[in-house]
């Protein structure tokens, strides 16, 4: 059974940086498409970005080009999301999810973890 634990939200001021870290366990990860959402509070869950577990090939939300990264460790199995220059509108409850690649959908999804940037 696939799992996902995600790690490193925390507070940080505007301008400021994170590391959020998605471990994933009970699976063979390279048939699998890894992403991470958010929900900010009132809103509804959004896709952030994406990466393919077998080729690297990432996809960004516009709103976090330039700023977040997303990058793969196979040996580890983990998905980590690098977060620079925050902004207070990044604040949210940020989710790792996981997509079979002949999915269409995210069916796999952490526990979340909040990120919250103050101004």
């Known amino acids: 059974q696939v799992q996902l634990v995600e790690s490193g939200g925390g507070l940080v001021q505007a301008g400021g940086s994170l590391r959020l870290s998605c471990q994933a366990s009970?699976?063979?990860?390279?048939?699998?498409?890894m992403g991470w959402f958010r929900q900010a509070p009132g809103k509804e869950r959004e896709f952030v970005v994406g990466?393919?577990?077998?080729?690297?090939?990432?996809d960004y939300q516009d709103f976090v080009k330039g700023r977040f990264t997303i990058s793969r460790d196979n040996a580890k199995n983990t998905v980590s999301l690098q977060m620079n220059s925050l902004k207070p509108e990044d604040t949210a409850v940020y989710y790792c999810?996981?997509?079979?690649?002949?999915?269409?959908?995210?069916?796999?999804w952490g526990q979340g973890t909040q990120v919250t940037v103050s101004s």
């Open positions: 009970g699976g063979t990860f390279s048939n699998y498409y």
């Open positions: 990466i393919s577990w077998s080729d690297g090939r990432t």
């Open positions: 999810a996981a997509r079979h690649k002949l999915l269409a959908t995210y069916h796999i």
